[in-house]
């Protein structure tokens, strides 16, 4: 009997070795045998309270099925619950403290610039000037500035087969054996978030920059109309003035059509009617230098006024001026099998809609584009897919919800009944489109295939904002040099640093004026420091509306308490969670002083998620049993590791969904 047990025991060892042995070889050879397979979607903005409604109504049925057959929660979102704070969470395994990205827009406390908070785009350092032209010693750099190794990067070290394809907050992208595609956070070519063109003979119209964009006078001459599309700047040119190209307009001076004539390309539009991708190239230096990239024309009116939208110039995927894939020949694969697509990472043009470029109905048929789009490109590469991971990222909820709210909410300030009966179920057939997704998934799922639908947050109504600093201001937090009025629109313009302790910047932002830190910090560091946070966090809370006594906000978390990590104190120090309801004005996400502290939104982006992160959680589906009684995103991470084997890394926050909380253990 001892014997036998000594044989077993040994037999029982020499098989756990040569497993391991096998195990081990398979990730020195690089060559991933393993069978078990994830399946990830990552759908930005899907808000729980929706989808539960849309599935009870049997609109969303593949939806309601994994969520019978499988797991469906909330997924606690990231603080603050902004994009590419909650997707880097999600790649990461770490909150901001760890990874660095804070909100959209960060600043540099030295200098208290703003800039976009997850790449820089730099031109070369040196350069040679002779005349007018300015010739760079060296080249470029596109930066990615989120930090912590990516889920995709550990597995690539494990030889593992993955394609992660549009995930936000990876531009560029970082290097990696598997087939990725940035996402949000991509630029289009001019190095904005998108910046549209309108081209107008309206004498109304005010010529100039508009946020997200530019209103560009033109004239009819002889049913002629000839203007410039404005390209990338050109740093060969002293100053870097935009690079310029023409294009013609010629008018049919009977009928609502017209014949656009751009480069080597001409093709003919009717009134109220989209083009497909036009690639232009721009020319920086004479005989060599041109970058390329491609634009969609939209021909709102030809009589009796001209009016013709142009979108961003995106990155032309077929001949990428800028990284966006790995390897860099993939975005070119995937224009050749799926068609030519929009790059820039924020694709639906809400600015438009926002400056009254777009109506309606004209954005809803570019938004329904750009879903298209994702959709094909989702069909020619999810077939593929027969090892390792999958990951695919939808962004049509999230812009769509910001912008279509207002035509489901009766309560909000900017609903039109009208308006409402004509698109007030645009939403509604966005998420529905998304179920179809899943319906093409389910089928493929499998006893090796784990498949994970989740969401970076949900939604909700955005009513009226408060102006952070327009707040600080009047409650003598913020000081203004002597004599200058308050600007409602540059960044902190006119601010006296010596005399001001605080200032917001971003969606949610509080910072203090920390000596040592900011350029003119006054605020010492230590008791004096948490002092005043203390301070500033009990008055916050206490701010009612006057409209109707509601809470506006209903959370002010402390960065020493919300983060962990190496760069927990470079961001704000404290972040403002709105209620449901309420958001930070536009202006004063950069810094301005708006004349009221509250006031009603106008604008069509009217739902919103900046907000006190408990009231916006996603969702997490699975055809698994999820574990853990709050599942947050910095759980996916360890989650996707787990199931390949791989032991997290020491810096990650969270553990595996499939394993019981910490507390139950």
């Given at each position: 009997m001892h014997l036998k047990k000594t044989v077993g025991v040994t037999c029982a060892l020499l098989l756990c070795a040569s497993t391991l042995l096998l195990y081990s070889c398979q990730r020195a050879s690089g060559e991933w045998r393993g069978q078990e397979k994830l399946i990830i979607l990552g759908i930005d903005g899907m808000d729980p309270q929706l989808l539960d409604r849309f599935m009870q109504e049997g609109k969303m049925p593949n939806f309601a099925r994994l969520a019978q057959q499988g797991s469906y929660k909330h997924l606690t979102t990231s603080i603050p619950p902004q994009s590419p704070v909650a997707w880097s969470n999600l790649i990461t395994g770490m909150n901001a403290g760890g990874h660095g990205i804070f909100d959209f827009i960060h600043r540099d406390p030295k200098t208290m610039e703003l800039y976009f908070s997850t790449s820089r785009v730099e031109p070369p350092k040196h350069?040679?000037?002779?005349?007018?032209?300015?010739?760079?010693?060296?080249?470029?750099?596109?930066?990615?500035?989120?930090?912590?190794?990516?889920?995709?990067?550990?597995?690539?070290?494990?030889?593992?087969?993955?394609?992660?394809?549009?995930?936000?907050?990876?531009?560029?992208?970082?290097?990696?054996?598997?087939?990725?595609?940035?996402?949000?956070?991509?630029?289009?070519?001019?190095g904005t978030y998108g910046t549209f063109s309108f081209y107008t003979d309206d004498p109304m119209a005010t010529a100039g920059a508009v946020e997200g964009g530019q209103i560009i006078p033109v004239q009819v001459d002889g049913s002629q109309v000839k203007a410039s599309l404005i390209g990338p700047d050109n740093s060969f040119r002293k100053g870097a003035p935009p690079a310029t190209e023409p294009f013609t307009v010629s008018l049919d001076p009977q009928e609502a059509v017209a014949k656009i004539s751009l480069q080597d390309h001409e093709f003919v539009l009717k009134e109220g009617e989209w083009s497909d991708w036009v690639p232009v190239e721009f020319q920086l230096i004479p005989f060599f230098g041109n970058v390329r990239g491609m634009c969609r024309f939209y021909?709102?009116?030809?009589?009796?006024?001209?009016?013709?939208?142009?979108?961003?110039?995106?990155?032309?995927?077929?001949?990428?001026?800028?990284?966006?894939?790995?390897?860099?020949?993939?975005?070119?694969?995937?224009?050749?099998?799926?068609?030519?697509?929009?790059?820039?990472?924020?694709?639906?043009?809400?600015?438009?809609?926002?400056?009254?470029?777009?109506?309606?109905?004209?954005?809803l048929e570019q938004s329904r584009t750009v879903l298209a789009e994702h959709r094909r490109i989702f069909d020619t590469e999810f077939p593929k897919f027969n090892k390792g991971l999958?990951?695919?990222?939808?962004?049509?909820?999230?812009?769509?919800?910001?912008?279509?709210?207002?035509?489901?909410?009766?309560?909000?300030?900017?609903?039109?009944?009208?308006?409402?009966?004509?698109?007030?179920?645009?939403?509604?057939?966005?998420?529905?489109?998304?179920?179809?997704?899943?319906?093409?998934?389910?089928?493929?799922?499998?006893?090796?295939?784990?498949?994970?639908?989740?969401?970076?947050?949900?939604?909700?109504?955005?009513?009226?904002?408060?102006?952070?600093?327009?707040?600080?201001?009047?409650?003598?937090?913020?000081?203004?040099?002597?004599?200058?009025?308050?600007?409602q629109v540059t960044p902190l313009a006119n601010v006296d640093w010596t005399r001001t302790r605080a200032y917001g910047i971003g969606l949610n932002g509080l910072y203090l004026n920390i000596r040592g830190r900011e350029?003119?910090?006054?605020?010492?560091?230590?008791?004096?420091?948490?002092?005043?946070?203390?301070?500033?966090?009990?008055?916050?809370?206490?701010?009612?509306?006057?409209?109707?006594?509601?809470?506006?906000?209903?959370?002010?978390?402390?960065?020493?308490?919300?983060?962990?990590?190496?760069?927990?104190?470079?961001?704000?120090?404290?972040?403002?969670?709105?209620?449901?309801?309420?958001?930070?004005?536009?202006?004063?996400?950069?810094?301005?002083?708006?004349?009221?502290?509250?006031?009603?939104?106008?604008?069509?982006?009217?739902?919103?998620?900046?907000?006190?992160?408990?009231?916006?959680?996603?969702?997490?589906?699975?055809?698994?049993?999820?574990?853990?009684?709050?599942?947050?995103?910095?759980d996916i991470t360890p989650t996707i590791l787990e199931l390949f084997g791989i032991q997290k890394q020491n810096d990650m926050m969270g553990h595996s969904v499939f394993q019981p909380d910490r507390a139950s253990r």
């Amino acid at each position: 009997m001892h014997l036998k047990k000594t044989v077993g025991v040994t037999c029982a060892l020499l098989l756990c070795a040569s497993t391991l042995l096998l195990y081990s070889c398979q990730r020195a050879s690089g060559e991933w045998r393993g069978q078990e397979k994830l399946i990830i979607l990552g759908i930005d903005g899907m808000d729980p309270q929706l989808l539960d409604r849309f599935m009870q109504e049997g609109k969303m049925p593949n939806f309601a099925r994994l969520a019978q057959q499988g797991s469906y929660k909330h997924l606690t979102t990231s603080i603050p619950p902004q994009s590419p704070v909650a997707w880097s969470n999600l790649i990461t395994g770490m909150n901001a403290g760890g990874h660095g990205i804070f909100d959209f827009i960060h600043r540099d406390p030295k200098t208290m610039e703003l800039y976009f908070s997850t790449s820089r785009v730099e031109p070369p350092k040196h350069s040679l000037n002779i005349g007018s032209w300015v010739i760079p010693l060296g080249s470029g750099s596109a930066d990615q500035l989120r930090q912590g190794k990516s889920f995709w990067e550990i597995l690539d070290q494990h030889g593992i087969p993955n394609s992660v394809i549009r995930i936000p907050a990876n531009f560029p992208p970082v290097p990696a054996k598997g087939f990725t595609l940035s996402g949000m956070g991509t630029p289009d070519l001019r190095g904005t978030y998108g910046t549209f063109s309108f081209y107008t003979d309206d004498p109304m119209a005010t010529a100039g920059a508009v946020e997200g964009g530019q209103i560009i006078p033109v004239q009819v001459d002889g049913s002629q109309v000839k203007a410039s599309l404005i390209g990338p700047d050109n740093s060969f040119r002293k100053g870097a003035p935009p690079a310029t190209e023409p294009f013609t307009v010629s008018l049919d001076p009977q009928e609502a059509v017209a014949k656009i004539s751009l480069q080597d390309h001409e093709f003919v539009l009717k009134e109220g009617e989209w083009s497909d991708w036009v690639p232009v190239e721009f020319q920086l230096i004479p005989f060599f230098g041109n970058v390329r990239g491609m634009c969609r024309f939209y021909l709102k009116q030809t009589h009796p006024r001209f009016e013709l939208y142009v979108s961003p110039i995106n990155i032309d995927p077929a001949a990428p001026a800028l990284p966006i894939s790995t390897p860099s020949s993939y975005s070119r694969v995937l224009a050749k099998e799926a068609g030519e697509f929009y790059t820039q990472g924020i694709s639906e043009d809400t600015k438009a809609l926002s400056a009254g470029v777009l109506e309606d109905k004209e954005y809803l048929e570019q938004s329904r584009t750009v879903l298209a789009e994702h959709r094909r490109i989702f069909d020619t590469e999810f077939p593929k897919f027969n090892k390792g991971l999958f990951f695919f990222y939808f962004s049509s909820l999230d812009l769509n919800s910001h912008m279509m709210w207002r035509l489901t909410d009766p309560n909000h300030p900017e609903y039109n009944a009208a308006a409402a009966a004509q698109y007030g179920s645009a939403l509604e057939e966005f998420y529905e489109q998304i179920d179809q997704v899943l319906g093409e998934v389910m089928p493929k799922l499998d006893d090796h295939t784990t498949l994970l639908v989740l969401s970076d947050h949900g939604f909700a109504p955005y009513n009226r904002s408060f102006n952070l600093n327009t707040w600080l201001l009047n409650n003598g937090y913020v000081e203004l040099k002597t004599g200058d009025n308050v600007d409602q629109v540059t960044p902190l313009a006119n601010v006296d640093w010596t005399r001001t302790r605080a200032y917001g910047i971003g969606l949610n932002g509080l910072y203090l004026n920390i000596r040592g830190r900011e350029r003119e910090g006054i605020v010492q560091p230590g008791a004096e420091e948490t002092a005043l946070l203390k301070e500033l966090q009990s008055k916050l809370l206490a701010e009612r509306d006057p409209a109707n006594g509601q809470p506006v906000i209903t959370r002010v978390d402390l960065a020493s308490e919300a983060y962990q990590g190496p760069n927990a104190r470079k961001g704000p120090d404290a972040l403002v969670g709105y209620n449901r309801g309420y958001r930070a004005g536009w202006k004063t996400i950069l810094g301005a002083f708006p004349p009221e502290v509250l006031e009603n939104n106008d604008n069509p982006w009217s739902g919103d998620h900046c907000m006190d992160y408990t009231l916006v959680p996603g969702v997490l589906l699975s055809n698994r049993k999820i574990h853990a009684g709050a599942p947050a995103l910095t759980d996916i991470t360890p989650t996707i590791l787990e199931l390949f084997g791989i032991q997290k890394q020491n810096d990650m926050m969270g553990h595996s969904v499939f394993q019981p909380d910490r507390a139950s253990r």
